[in-house]
């Protein structure tokens, strides 16, 4: 989804605010925030992007930061869409399980104070690509972009593995499969075993002579970024590069056995994969479709419908009609204010 209305979206419209309660949704991870506004009856009206991320400090993920971006998007988009006053936002944030005290303790009350929200609901990036997804059916979700996480419910409780950061974990992820790529290139540079020459040639391409590669890396804030840039080059040599294709099937394992552990063991339950890192294509997909296979024999496999801003708009959407049956829980996903009943 891109910064500014779509074809149809945003056109001020004077019945917009009375064609279903307005609503608010928000995706905020490491690109920047993305908005829209629109009702329970006409869906999206108009979206808007911020490319600057949402500050994270001493206590977590910063909510003034986030209202001082937000606020002049939902202006502008007040002005497009004719929702003056939306009712309902649902706020997706990447890292609120860990990061999303201060947010949950302030946003509700900033929301309804700039905007006059009355029901706010808090939800980890994940649980939004997971709705975007696979909507309201039992599952699981593996969400790969720079980091990793999987995350499943049975419609009764949810269930997450893995997200827990470069250095500790996000395994199979973007930057997980740089740092493997880049440490086969090490290996060949120092002649050691297990190094591809191949993914040699194209790191000194990329980031110029390995000895100068610590002092790049090591300093930078955004060293999860730099790691997983170098995954599409990882992807790019598996072809013919057996030890990048191996980096790339223990990568696929890896976000198997996360889809496994989240995944409702009952019934038929529906594995969806999404975010960027996919990208790279067969070389990534093929193991991967393999070892879903081999662990979740039970689950059906189908294409995620939508992403996380997706997700966002849905839980909006069931919000505002008094539709919604995701489970409740602190951490990944909760609800202030006044909720329509089933």
Excluded at 74 to 91: F, I, K, M, Q
Excluded at 229 to 250: E, I, W, Y
């Amino acid at each position: 989804m891109t910064a500014g209305a779509g074809p149809g979206e945003g056109a001020g419209t004077g019945d917009a605010a009375v064609s279903g309660g307005g609503f608010l949704a928000v995706d905020s991870g490491g690109s920047g925030l993305r908005v829209v506004l629109g009702t329970a009856g006409r869906g999206a009206l108009g979206r808007r992007s911020s490319p600057v991320p949402v500050r994270t400090g001493p206590r977590g993920i910063d909510p003034d930061h986030l209202m001082s971006q937000l606020t002049p998007l939902v202006r502008a988009l007040t002005a497009e869409t004719g929702v003056p006053r939306p009712a309902t936002a649902v706020v997706g944030a990447a890292g609120l399980g860990t990061l999303g005290d201060a947010l949950r303790a302030e946003l509700p009350g900033a929301l309804a104070r700039e905007f006059g929200v009355r029901t706010t609901a808090l939800a980890a990036d994940a649980v939004t690509a997971y709705v975007g997804a696979l909507g309201t059916r039992p599952g699981a979700v593996v969400a790969a972009g720079t980091g990793l996480i999987a995350i499943g419910t049975d419609l009764a409780a949810w269930q997450r593995a893995d997200g827990w950061g470069h250095l500790l974990g996000d395994c199979g992820g973007g930057a997980w499969i740089g740092r493997a790529g880049l440490e086969a290139a090490l290996r060949a540079y120092d002649g050691r075993p297990g190094g591809s020459v191949a993914l040699l040639a194209l790191a000194e391409e990329r980031f110029g002579p390995m000895t100068g590669l610590p002092g790049l890396l090591y300093p930078r804030p955004d060293r999860p970024a730099l790691l997983a840039s170098f995954a599409p080059q990882v992807a790019a040599c598996a072809q013919d590069d057996p030890v990048a294709a191996g980096v790339l099937r223990t990568a696929a394992r890896h976000m198997a056995e996360s889809a496994a552990a989240v995944c409702p063991v009952g019934g038929e339950p529906r594995i969806a994969l999404t975010g960027g890192l996919f990208k790279v294509g067969d070389p990534l997909l093929v193991p991967l479709e393999g070892e879903l296979a081999r662990l979740l024999p039970h689950a059906l496999r189908v294409p995620a419908e939508g992403d996380p801003l997706d997700g966002a708009v849905r839980i909006a959407t069931a919000l505002a009609t008094g539709t919604l049956t995701l489970p409740r829980e602190e951490s990944l996903f909760s609800v202030e204010g006044p909720v329509k009943s089933l």
